[in-house]
């Protein structure tokens, strides 16, 4: 399944770890050499973050002639070739480097492709000076769930684990920019609130945003989130706020000016990954500990769906279909 461009571009400050006054603030003593893979993809946007904050990156691609690699070099990444299938690209691409962000490849590649992508990442680590490696898997993919898709992140975080690779496993649970993805589309442009989950269960979410923030200072503080030092590391599943289906569709009516009302996706009409999917997540909707997360982690943000709504209004408004010029209300941050 490919995902549309709807400019799924982070927008608004990423916790307190981007303000514009703190940005650079890093730069010098601090300064990390990092190699993000992946990094036109879905995380790729962690590349922004760090050359803000005064890293060097180095920035992996298949494909640095794309206009997606011409604008990492713009920003000043140092962008190379490297292919998950190929260890000795991914080996090359993290020599001399402090850090390595990576997340999984199962869209594009599908769970069996993410699975030997995330094991030949591990393994090129392990031959490469095992610099501390911020990997994004999934909540849940430490337990046995039946699925193949964390079945395969599972995998992949066992391989980190047996290599003993100085690692911070960030596994978020249901991303809230699922919202615009393909399948949903449908539904948004007629008004529906497209739900995984019956309208009245809360279902966990994270902003994109705040997982990247949370590997930002993984790479620039392992003192605090642990993975380096001693061998192995630390796994850290995260969710920023767990509003109903119907609470969600409150917040796009006010903020898009237009009735929009909770419906769950009919599982008919679904993949049979996604329904797989979605049935495992109406049995362990909420696996995260959030006001813990927010005690430990008080310099991010943590994006209530309110406030990442607000922040992606003009997203949600075209994959929606929503009339420019609607009569449009702000929406609180501390709203669901
Ligand atoms: N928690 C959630 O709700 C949620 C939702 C969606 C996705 N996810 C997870 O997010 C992860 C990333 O999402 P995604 O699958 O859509 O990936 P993606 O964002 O498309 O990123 C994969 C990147 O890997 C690079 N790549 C290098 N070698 C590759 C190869 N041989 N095959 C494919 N890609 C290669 C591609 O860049 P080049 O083409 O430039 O080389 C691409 O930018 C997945 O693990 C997925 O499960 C989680």
């Known amino acids: 399944m490919s995902f549309?461009?709807?400019?799924?571009?982070?927008?608004?400050?990423?916790?307190?770890?981007?303000?514009a006054a703190e940005?650079?603030?890093?730069?010098?003593?601090?300064?990390?050499?990092?190699?993000?893979t992946g990094a036109t993809g879905r995380f790729g946007q962690i590349t922004d973050l760090l050359l803000a904050r005064g890293h060097a990156v180095r920035a992996a691609t298949r494909s640095p002639d794309s206009p997606a690699?011409?604008?990492?070099a713009a920003l000043g990444a140092e962008v190379v070739r490297a292919d998950f299938e190929d260890r000795s690209s991914l080996a090359a691409a993290a020599e001399g480097v402090d850090a390595v962000f990576a997340s999984g490849t199962a869209h594009r590649a599908g769970p069996a492709g993410e699975e030997r992508h995330g094991r030949n990442l591990a393994d090129a680590l392990a031959a490469s000076g095992a610099p501390h490696l911020v990997f994004v898997s999934g909540a849940g993919a430490d337990r046995s769930t039946g699925l193949a898709l964390f079945d395969a992140k599972r995998s992949v975080e066992q391989r980190i684990a047996g290599l003993r690779l100085p690692a911070t496993v960030i596994a978020p649970v249901y991303l809230m920019e699922n919202l615009v993805n393909p399948w949903n589309l449908a539904a948004l442009r007629a008004g529906i609130l497209p739900t995984p989950l019956p309208p009245a269960v809360r279902l966990q979410q994270v902003a994109t945003s705040d997982v990247l923030a949370l590997a930002v200072l993984a790479i620039e503080r392992p003192d605090i989130v642990k993975g380096e030092g001693?061998?192995?590391?630390?796994?850290?599943?995260?969710?920023?706020?767990?509003?109903?289906?119907?609470?969600?569709?409150?917040?796009?009516?006010?903020?898009?000016?237009?009735?929009?009302?909770a419906r769950q996706l009919p599982r008919a009409d679904l993949p049979p990954g996604l329904t797989a999917l979605f049935a495992w997540l109406e049995h362990d909707p909420s696996p995260v500990d959030i006001g813990a997360l927010r005690e430990r982690f008080?310099?991010?943000?943590?994006?209530?769906?309110?406030?990442?709504?607000?922040?992606?209004?003009?997203?949600?408004?075209?994959?929606?279909?929503t009339v420019p010029g609607a009569d449009v209300i702000g929406v609180s941050r501390n709203s669901a």
Do not use: N
């Open 4 to 19: 549309p461009d709807y400019g799924y571009r982070i927008t608004g400050a990423v916790g307190g770890l981007v303000q």
């Open 23 to 36: 940005a650079r603030r890093v730069a010098g003593a601090g300064a990390r050499r990092v190699l993000v």
């Open 69 to 72: 690699a011409a604008r990492l």
């Open 230 to 261: 001693e061998a192995g590391g630390e796994r850290i599943e995260v969710a920023s706020d767990a509003p109903t289906g119907a609470e969600a569709a409150s917040t796009l009516t006010r903020l898009l000016g237009r009735e929009f009302t």
């Open 298 to 321: 008080p310099d991010i943000t943590w994006h209530r769906f309110g406030h990442w709504a607000s922040d992606h209004q003009a997203l949600l408004a075209k994959a929606s279909g």
